[in-house]
Each structure stands twice: as C-alpha cells, then as structure tokens.
C-alpha cells in the first residue's frame, strides 16, 4: 500500500511539469491551496489557509455542526454547564489515540491550554499563540479523572463553547511536542481522520487515511494539498486535471467552470470582512476626518461589481452580515462621495504626503487584493492622497501587519473569516488588543465605550442582549472609522466531476472526511 501511494503521489503532481497534462489517480484528493502553510500547529497559526488542513489532521473538544456554526460534540461526548456560567465539565471519548499511539485523555487536553496560557508551561515556547485569546476567560483546567476535565472561568463567557470549536482549539499531541519542540508545527499528530504524512515547502503536503478514526475511516486513501499562489496557475492546474478542488476561484473563472460539465462550482454563504486596516496612531489617519475620508473616496460598489464580479457585497461595518442575530440592518454602508472626501481630507489637514498602502499578493479571503489595492490607490489618489503601494507574499505580509503598523505603513489590506460576532473586535479592534498585547489591532484604535460593549457582550448569556450591546458596537465603530469597510464575500470552490459528497461550510474550513473520489 506503502509503495502504491507514493506512486499515486508522484502521478498527481506530474501537474508540476509545465508540459504535462496531469492526471489525478483514484482516491487521493488534490487540492489547490492559496498559500504555503506557515505551520501545521493549529495553536500556532491564524490563517483559515493553514485552517482548512488543520481541521484534517485534528479534532477539537467540540465541533462545528455540518452546514452550520452551531456547536455539537466531537472529543468530548458531552458537556454540563454550572448555573453561574463560569464551570465547563467535559466527558471524553474513551479509547481515541492520536496519531502517534498516545492516548487522548483528560491530561492531554490540560496540556494543550495550559501550553497556550500559561508563560511557565515547560512548553509555553512552542508558540507563538496569537489566539490564545479565545481562552482568556480560562482560570484553570483540571483533569478530573481519565474522561473528565473541567474548565473555571473568570466570568461567565459567551463563545466559550464556539470558541472551542475553532481550530486553535483542536487538540495536538502531548507526546509529539515533548518530542519536537518548536519544530512540533512540522512534525503534527492528532486525533483526526487523516495523518501528517509528508511536507515538501512550496509543493505539497500530504497527509494519509487514520484507519483508526473514532469517527470512521475515511474512503479517501490521502489528500495532498498544493500551495499555488498564483490563481493563474491554479486555474490552469484545475483545468489540466491537476487539482481535484481549487479554493476561492477569481471571480473572472467562475462561469468557465459554471459552464463545463467536467466541474462542479459550490458557493457558500459565511461570516467574511474584507477592509482596510487604517494606522490611527500616525497622520494622516490619526484623524477621524482622513478616516472617514478614505470611506467616502473609495468606489465600494465598483470593487465588488467588477473586480469582484457580484460575488460579495459591499460591508456596512465591522459585523459580517451572515451574523443575523448580531448584524445591525439600519448600518448603511459609507457611499461613494469624492467631494466629500475631499472637504474631509482638508478638515483634516491633509497636504499631500505619501500614503505607504500594504497589498498582498494573495491569502486566506483575500479575494482579488493586487487588483483591488489597485484599484483602491487609485480612488485615493482621484481625491488628492498620494498612495504608494507595497506588494509582498501572503506570510510575509501578515508578519509585517501583525505586530502593527506604527512607523512602516499607513494602511493595509485584510480579510477575516470568523465564528462568532465577539471574534473580530475583540480581537481586532479593543484597546487591550493592541499588537505589543498581543491582539491584531494593527491600527491601534481605541475607544472606551467599545471597550467595555465588548467586554460586556461576552458575559452576556441571553443572546437578545449580547445583539443590542453588538449593534450598539457597529454604529460607533462605523462613525470613527478605524477601518475602510469594503465588502462581505460568499466563498466558493470548483471540484472536479468525480469528486463526490464535498460540501462548502459556513466556517470556510474544508471537511474533507466524508469527501469520496471513485
């Protein structure tokens, strides 16, 4: 079996030969990657890019209901909540090995938390865990016996349970980081349906079927997954008969695989930003004046009816509209208006200095960034800003934006894709998330009264209120402008006809156990 892998292996990518017209052997899924993944330690990495691998190889406490955002067991078979909301009690699954022949237990899943939140953990530096927030809320973990462990809250904590669910919160292998340290992201062992097999930087990773998956084996023999930067390159692939499924398709592709038999397009609606990051701290856009300006002088509706083809809409404010229960309808979005940008950038004392913009060449969500930046340099320079543009690969780029864009750049592209309405500001947007913080608010925006909407949104139980306190969140945060709002996308994937029993998910991860390729 051994042997015909690696040979199925190598006949998928002969799409690698420039010259060749590949052909993908039966029962191992190829896919089309935007990206290189940056690690494959789900704790360690934020990027829905290296996500949708992660999802694979590991398993969470809980996980995301198919189709849904709604939470269901996976590792722990149930769950009790204490009456004041701050004690969680897990009941694990019993007799589940990771990938290495260690077992899964409660010790396990106290080792997983306290190594992202605790500094003193023996292997707290294994890290970084930028979303190590999602369980701030966590006092203690407490292996109670082999299947119990219980979780003390601080406060009573709303997405606590979704947050779970999320891939920084699968659970990895005790025995494999004590074992690989820092290189334990290259070296991953979980619990999931496929098992890390093989990582060739900037070709592939494959990973082979768990035939001892809790959950049931899965038909597929592997998945290898491809990083193709370039959606040129990837749609040449996918038309070739290199890929199996290619991820986030540009828009112009769409209906040239819409209109082939040998394809199949699925569209999924989900919780996705696409903005601007603006650098609050350093002029031009210290000033709420700039800000707003930028909001009125980009051609919103433009970007997404012609970049982007009607395959988003234009974003109102920081909250994804798929977020029914927590979405403000009566935001409206900011409207093309470049007279009134104009008076705005004078209110504000703008005189022309240059506007150093940070593009990607691509990424997770990112959709079309070099033709939008593009296209966004050039409104902003129609109302008088003079805009230079720095273009630099996906991992490079969020390593440059990530730690803040004090005294480098002014503005930057960025694409979130989220499971609850707490995620993106509380993340991204409180003055306790400041980059040196820890958080991603790269901008540096700060407001008070946000500040403490969020912080009481997630001690709210009763989702009514959690929505008033949300709504209350987007209006002020649409009036001071830390961002250009630009749109709120429906993902998309192309798979090859033979491909059968892939669905899309509202998360944007892939689930790829039940996926069959006769």
């Known amino acids: 079996m051994r042997k015909w892998l690696t040979a199925a292996i190598a006949t998928a990518l002969m799409a690698l030969a420039p010259a060749a017209v590949a052909q993908t052997p039966p029962n191992v899924l190829v896919v089309g990657q935007i990206a290189e993944p940056k690690s494959l330690d789900p704790q360690a990495v934020t990027a829905v890019n290296d996500f949708r691998i992660l999802v694979n190889l590991y398993d969470g406490l809980v996980r995301y209901k198919d189709g849904t955002l709604e939470v269901e067991p996976s590792l722990a078979e149930s769950w009790t909540i204490s009456e004041d909301g701050k004690t969680y009690t897990f009941k694990l699954r019993e007799g589940v090995k990771f990938h290495d022949g260690t077992p899964f237990n409660a010790e396990a899943v106290k080792f997983n938390f306290d190594r992202m939140l605790k500094e003193d953990h023996p292997f707290a530096d294994t890290g970084p865990f930028p979303l190590a927030f999602f369980f701030s809320a966590v006092e203690a973990v407490t292996a109670v016996d082999p299947t119990t462990v219980e979780f003390k809250l601080d406060a009573p904590y709303a997405p606590f349970l979704s947050n779970l669910a999320y891939p920084t919160g699968l659970i990895v292998s005790p025995a494999a980081v004590e074992k690989y340290g820092k290189d334990f992201g290259r070296n991953p062992s979980g619990t999931g349906a496929y098992k890390f097999a093989e990582w060739e930087p900037n070709a592939k990773m494959v990973a082979t079927r768990n035939e001892d998956y809790w959950d049931g084996a899965p038909e597929l023999e592997a998945v290898i997954f491809r990083p193709i930067t370039d959606a040129n390159t990837r749609i040449a692939e996918m038309l070739s008969g290199g890929l199996d499924i290619m991820v ?152 440059n934006v990530n730690p803040g864009l004090e005294g480098k750049a002014d503005m930057a592209e960025m694409a979130w894709m989220t499971n609850d309405p707490d995620t993106l500001p509380f993340l991204a947007l409180r003055t306790e998330a400041f980059p040196d913080k820890g958080g991603f608010n790269s901008g540096y925006y700060s407001n008070p009264k946000v500040d403490e909407l969020l912080e009481k949104a997630r001690q709210v139980t009763d989702q009514g209120e959690r929505a008033t306190l949300y709504k209350e969140m987007q209006q002020i945060v649409k009036e001071d402008a830390p961002w250009v709002f630009v749109a709120n996308w429906k993902q998309n994937a192309v798979t090859a006809a033979a491909v059968e029993d892939f669905k899309l998910q509202p998360s944007f991860f892939l689930m790829l156990q039940d996926v069959k390729k006769p």
Not at 279 to 296: I, W
Not at 305 to 326: E, R
Not at 344 to 367: C, I, P, Q, R
Request: charge should be negative.
């Open 248 to 399: 986030e398709v540009p828009p112009d592709s769409l209906q040239q695989f819409k209109s082939s038999g040998d394809f199949a397009v699925r569209e999924q609606a989900g919780p996705h930003l696409w903005f601007l990051i603006l650098n609050t701290k350093e002029a031009p856009f210290s000033s709420k004046a700039a800000r707003q300006a930028a909001n009125y002088a980009i051609n919103k509706t433009a970007l997404v009816d012609n970049i982007l083809q009607g395959t988003a809409d234009v974003a109102a404010g920081p909250t994804p509209p798929a977020f029914a229960w927590a979405y403000d309808e009566t935001l409206e979005p900011y409207s093309y208006d470049p007279e009134k940008a104009k008076d705005l950038l004078k209110e504000a004392g703008y005189d022309g200095e240059e506007v150093t913009f940070y593009v990607t060449e691509g990424g997770s969500g990112m959709l079309d960034p070099v033709a939008m930046g593009t296209a966004i340099q050039a409104d902003l320079q129609a109302v008088g800003m003079n805009v230079k543009i720095e273009t630099y690969e996906w991992n490079t780029f969020l390593g």
